[in-house]
């Protein structure tokens, strides 16, 4: 089967959805919305830093890292 190329050469580029209510997906997944925004992750720990700041650092990142993944798997980026 030939490829089909979703594109016009444009030199501005391909998108997908005219807006955050669009719904996309990849893979044969079901088509969602714009997933919500992951908040940034911080750094709270310091040169005299504890256990405790680097653990709750860890933490925030680690969910955020799920959301993310989450996320991916939900558009089906990534297989679940």
Same mark, same amino acid.
């Given at each position: 089967m030939?490829v089909?190329?979703r =594109?016009?050469?444009? %030199? &501005?580029g391909t998108? $997908? #959805?005219?807006?955050? *209510?669009?719904?996309v997906? $990849?893979? #044969?997944?079901? %088509?969602?919305v714009q %997933?919500?925004?992951?908040?940034a992750? =911080? &750094?709270?720990? =310091? =040169?005299t830093?504890t256990?405790?700041a680097?653990? *709750?650092?860890l933490?925030s990142?680690?969910v955020?890292?799920n959301?993310?993944l989450?996320k991916?798997?939900?558009? #089906?980026i990534?297989?679940?």
């Amino acid at each position: 089967m030939a490829v089909l190329e979703r =594109t016009d050469a444009n %030199p &501005d580029g391909t998108r $997908f #959805g005219q807006s955050a *209510t669009d719904k996309v997906a $990849f893979y #044969g997944a079901a %088509p969602v919305v714009q %997933p919500a925004t992951i908040a940034a992750s =911080t &750094d709270t720990t =310091t =040169t005299t830093s504890t256990t405790t700041a680097l653990t *709750t650092d860890l933490d925030s990142l680690r969910v955020k890292y799920n959301d993310l993944l989450a996320k991916l798997k939900t558009l #089906g980026i990534i297989a679940t």
